[in-house]
């Protein structure tokens, strides 16, 4: 059952499907696989010298937003886990499957296909998790979902109250994030990326057709050409840990 990598996914509508890849490949320095799927909604950002960790699903309805892939040694035991911890199954396929999280958050088991070596930092900055924001009512039991889910990463408490890290085994890709909202609402992801400086992360993102949503100190809320909510954190893009200033 063992995870032996993790993808996260950028979900955006189908409509804004080109300008959402070209932004994220210009953001993470990579070039775009060959798109798969019935109609061509996925496709894999390809680093150069190292194995990829992000993909772009272009999603028929809604808003889209992010998720995470776990690439298992064993698929069908880690959706049987999965099952028996609460999670429900939205999709079958073959050799992989579509689950939703006891709160509603959508993510997939798929199998592991070789892939070890971690991308780069790129111009100061790692797209390096995915946050889940959560209603006070679902936060306690998904902490403990994800926590006993991935029972090898490390399940700690945040920075702040609202927070809480489940962190995977050096040399995995992606962490999580999750975040107790001041409200109830449905469960929803959206990416971070661990920046060196994030005043000049923003305005790199910028130039390439981002757009400020909400500044911060230690975070700033940013808006994709999509219109897809992300955030630039003040973490070490190395380690994913908190930069010396306390962010």
């Known amino acids: 059952m063992g995870i032996r990598w993790t993808y ?3 979900d955006r509508p189908a409509g804004l499907a080109d300008r959402t890849r070209e932004f994220w490949t210009a953001v993470t320095d990579t070039r775009l696989s060959e798109p798969r799927g019935e109609q061509g909604e996925f496709v894999t950002l390809l ?5 990829p960790c992000v993909k772009v699903q272009a999603v028929a309805a809604g808003d889209g937003g992010a ?7 064993d698929v069908p035991e880690f959706v049987a886990s999965a099952l028996r911890l609460g999670a429900s199954v939205v999709a079958g396929h073959d050799g992989w499957s579509v689950l939703r999280s006891p709160a509603g958050q959508l993510f997939c088991a798929v199998p592991w296909h070789g892939e070890s070596a971690r991308p780069p930092v790129v111009r100061g900055s790692r797209l390096d998790q995915v946050c889940l924001d959560l209603a006070p009512s679902s936060y306690d039991a998904e902490v403990a979902f994800w926590s006993a889910l991935l029972p ?3 399940s700690l408490p945040g920075a702040l109250p609202e927070y809480h890290v489940v962190k995977p085994p050096p040399g995995l890709p992606v962490r ?3 975040q107790r909202l001041g409200e109830d609402r449905p469960a929803s992801a959206h990416l971070d990326l661990a ?3 994030i005043d000049a992360t923003r305005a790199d993102h910028e130039r390439l057709g981002a757009a400020l949503a909400t500044p911060g100190v230690h975070w700033t809320v940013m808006r994709d050409p999509a219109g897809g909510v992300y955030c630039l954190t003040g973490r070490d893009p190395e380690t994913g840990g908190l930069s010396l200033s306390g962010s």
């Open 176 to 178: 999580i994030l999750l």
């Open 67 to 73: 998720h995470l892939d776990f690439c298992a040694d």
């Open 47 to 51: 680093p150069d010298g190292a194995d």
């Open 8 to 10: 996260a996914f950028t």
């Open 152 to 154: 090898d990463w490390d």
């Open 195 to 197: 920046c060196a400086d």
